[in-house]
Every structure is written in C-alpha cells, then in structure tokens.
C-alpha cells in the first residue's frame, strides 16, 4: 500500500501509551493496533479527526504517501 500510517512515531514524540491514546479516541485497542502497523484498509474522518485533537497535530503528520517502489524495497 502507498499511504504508510506514522502513529507509532508521534505517539512517541507525545509521550503516550497506545491504551491511553485508544481511550482518548474512543476506539479499541486492537483497531488502533490495526491502524498503528498499516494494516488498515480505511479511516473514517472522525478517527483521523479524534486522533490529531488527541495527538495535537495535522493528518499529514500521521499519514505518508510512499511510492509503491520505495515502499517495497522497505520491506525487503
């Protein structure tokens, strides 16, 4: 997939714990697990827009386009 989710990376520059982040979202922990490893196949605005009020910060702070080609080689 070309949209790589940076969750992991701000929750750690806003020093908070996936259950509490989850909490503050109002979903579980397992769907944010979903969103956090790029395993989601879709966000509804409302939780794009619950997690940058929770995490103060812009959509594009948690989502990255990367070329099918760069993002292949990532994973070898």
């Known amino acids: 997939m070309s949209i790589q989710v940076n ?3 701000m929750m750690v520059r806003r020093h908070i714990s996936a259950g509490e982040l989850a909490e503050r979202v109002g979903i579980t922990p397992a769907n944010l697990s979903i969103l956090k490893n790029n ?3 879709a966000v509804r605005f409302s ?3 619950a997690l940058c009020r929770a995490l103060n910060c812009q959509p594009a702070d948690l989502l990255e386009y990367v070329p ?3 993002f ?3 994973g070898e």
């Open 7 to 9: 969750l992991d990376l």
């Open 47 to 49: 939780t794009l827009d």
């Open 68 to 70: 099918e080609d760069d």
């Open 72 to 74: 292949a080689a990532e």
């Open 39 to 41: 395993k989601a196949k």
